[in-house]
């Protein structure tokens, strides 16, 4: 495997190897992209600022024919947060992008005007973009096939939010998203409008037999399995009537845990009036995603891929809006400009708090009534983030920036951690979701460390409740979803694919003898890598926590007991099953048997 450096500053390209040993102690994605970042910024530095370095990366198990191996990895330093920022991609860029001949992408300093950058036959182009500068991520995407007619290509870029650096911008391939912590904005940053790749080489595998008679043995657990078939057909949607019911579906900025009109815009409302068709990602049989139809007058017929459950969950009850609509269209909208749902739904519904405790008032929201429930307030003010007027240049920094800005106690209303903001789950029904929030190197994401058992499964005995064990279990998911993330696996496709098949993969591709353990061990390896970058960034116990609202506003649980979250005991317990100190150092006996002794000081 290798990857291109791509200097922007100087115009010039260099191709590096990555060596079997780092490749086994760090397997791909997310693993490579913390090494490579981890190696290259030993300061704390301006994440819009040409010191930063954007990077992308794959896996070896990417385009080989493995099932639901489809994420590309970006890496950078966050814009929301100032923290690592690893942000997850499907779809069919991935694979291309192997069979260009490029495992990675890193790209340093900022080119003088609008560029993009062509991936192809093992190496890279700069091109110039300045006539593509100011097209949405749809326009771009037609634009550039009509420049590359010809050539089957894949292609990644980012919209007008992007380009003018909203903090939460994301990348965008198709309906797909390099969605959380802002990377579409450090793109921008760099002037690049697009990454184009285009490949036919098979990526080489070392034993393929071994490797077919794995991928025979999945298929048949994919094909078979109840599971995937009834994630498949309405994928992550089905979680809005299951987290309703639980009293985990935040509401109203997280002001309540349910939606009283949650059946206007659940999954069965969804496919039942707009779902046109189900859509997928490179070899992948789930087919958990969807096509969907909105025609209205006012903006006519908009045809878009999704909305997922973060998104009807962000535009929906976190808005305490029940138009179904109008989700859809916010979905598309973002798309286009390049947003990140989360928290473009959560920085809405920041404000929308703060107008209603008088906070912000309708001058300050050139006339918006910024209430719950405002269906036309939500797109109206989507438009002003990507646009940065008026009340969107606030907003555009997302909710932690602009609670500061607008002061009066504001802060009180920002759902967030180090800068990012939650997810659609709602941490005081489920403790260990709390912590995961809390501790989740990027920022309050929910997907690091995908506690899927505690928030969506049937719980009797009030488990999700409990605080006990919740440490090793937060620590351990982390660990296992690093994997995953770094041999670029959907983790929505758990149920068909264990750790030990990823393990007999990784050694049939590559030729490095590799079992569970190993892989699990170059999980903790990543997450205790990215804890270290974070400390050298200045982060400490302090910043692992949740908003008060969490810690001290209690809520009614569907057991019919109130219930905030008893963060600091977990917390102990989480530093202890990792091997940190009591401020969330790693401790040297840690970074000895991780070997990462020599990265705290660099």
Known sequence: MKYLKVDLTNGTIESHPISEDILKSFLGGRGLGIWYLANQIHGKINALS??????????????????????????????????????????????????????????????????????????????PAAHLWGLNTGETEEALKHEFKGEKIQIASIGPAGEKQVTFASIMHGGHAMGRGGIGAVMGSKNIKAIVVSGHNLPEVNNPPALLSTIKRLTNVYTNSLPIKLFGATGTTHHVNGLNVKRIYPTRNFQQNKFENYEKINAESLYKNYVSRRTTCYKCTVRCRRESIVDTPNPGKIITDGPEYETLWGFGGNCGNEHLETIIIANELCRQYGLDTISTGMTISFAMECFEKGLLNLEDTQGIPLHFGNSEAIIETIHLIARRKGIGEILAHGSKRAAEIIGKGASEYSMQVKGLELAGYEPRGAQGMGLGYATSPRGACHERGYLLPEVVMDDPEGLRYQT?????????????????????????????????????????????????????????????????????QGFTRKDDTLPRRFLDEPILGVDGKLHTVDLQPMLDDYYEARGWDQNGVPLPDTLERLRLTNYLHL
């Open 50 to 127: 040409p010191e930063n370095i954007l990077s992308f990366w794959t896996s070896p198990l990417i385009g080989t024919g493995t099932l639901s191996m489809v994420k590309i990895c970006g890496v950078t330093i966050s814009p929301s947060t100032g923290t690592i920022l690893m942000s997850l991609m499907g779809g069919f860029f991935a694979p291309a992008m192997r069979f260009s001949g490029i495992d990675g992408l890193a790209i340093h300093g900022k080119a003088e005007n609008p560029s993009m950058i062509f991936l192809h036959d093992g190496t890279a182009e700069i091109y």
């Open 468 to 536: 006990t064990g919740k440490g090793e279990l937060v620590k351990r998911t982390q660990d296992t979803v690093a994997v995953k993330d770094a041999l670029g696996f959907c983790v929505l496709s758990s149920a068909g694919t264990s750790l030990q098949d990823m393990a007999e993969m990784f050694s049939a591709i590559t030729g490095i003898n590799t079992s569970e353990s190993d892989l699990l061990l170059a999980g903790e390896r990543i997450c205790n890598l990215e804890r270290i970058f974070n400390v050298r």
